[in-house]
């Protein structure tokens, strides 16, 4: 359960659940039902929105037992994120890259430029030493360029931007950063979806958490730094029911804000191909 209950009303930082479209027209299509979800913050006007298949009854499960397990270490995360945030927005904002991806770094290292896995990924971005080598970053005895969090986030930016053109859909793209692209291939094939939420059980454990970690911690940082948008008049927002759950409220409020959506076209500005190589 969340530990700050959400304003009925529309934000700035809007979620919008819509019918879905095609959003790469020359690939193969599926008969899916599913909504999508649209992050868009207006911070910077210049970053285009991410837009993803929304969670299933277990995924907003997920989110909420996450944040409920970890609020301790993602509130010192908050508290220390300022300019580390500041330095990656920047990189992002000039790949053309959603602002919200800043959150993968999170998930991957809490944000700690010297953070090693087991594995042998480092950095705030948790990159593999060939990786790192193929985005152009020096590795070597002297230098390891995956601690430099400007260098690291231009080389993350790249591989994400890559990955999005391969996938068109973000939760795929984050499985991809976390287990390679060839896993989540072969999930698309078996379920013969390009759905998440529907190929997910095809893929490892360990990208299927990826992924549910990264929406919950954006809803747990984007959540309370939302103001109004004075714009929007004339919203209908239901009654709440006495004993709603919190995976109700989450489904009732992205309905809610669904009826904003005409209201709002000047949130969903639509977003740009990267030009920088």
Known sequence: MLKSPMPVCFYSLALIVATPTAANPDRHSHTESSTTVHYNSTKNSHSPKMAFAAPDKKGLKFVNRYIRNNDECLTVVRERSELPFR???SVLTRYRLPLELKYLAVIESELK??????VGAKGTWQLMRGTAHELGLKVNRQTDERKDLVKSTRAAAKYLRDLHHQFGDWLLVLAAYNGGPVPVIRAMHKAHSRNFWALQQYLPAESRMHVKKFIATVWY???DNVKPQAQVTALVIARPAANES?????SRLMRESASALNSSNSLLEPAHPASEK
Not at 113 to 118: D, E, G, L, Y
Not at 246 to 250: L, R
């Open 246 to 250: 919190a995976d109700q409220k989450f």
């Open 87 to 89: 330095s990656i927005d």
């Open 113 to 118: 430029p010297t953070a090693v896995s087991r």
């Open 221 to 223: 940082f984007e959540r």
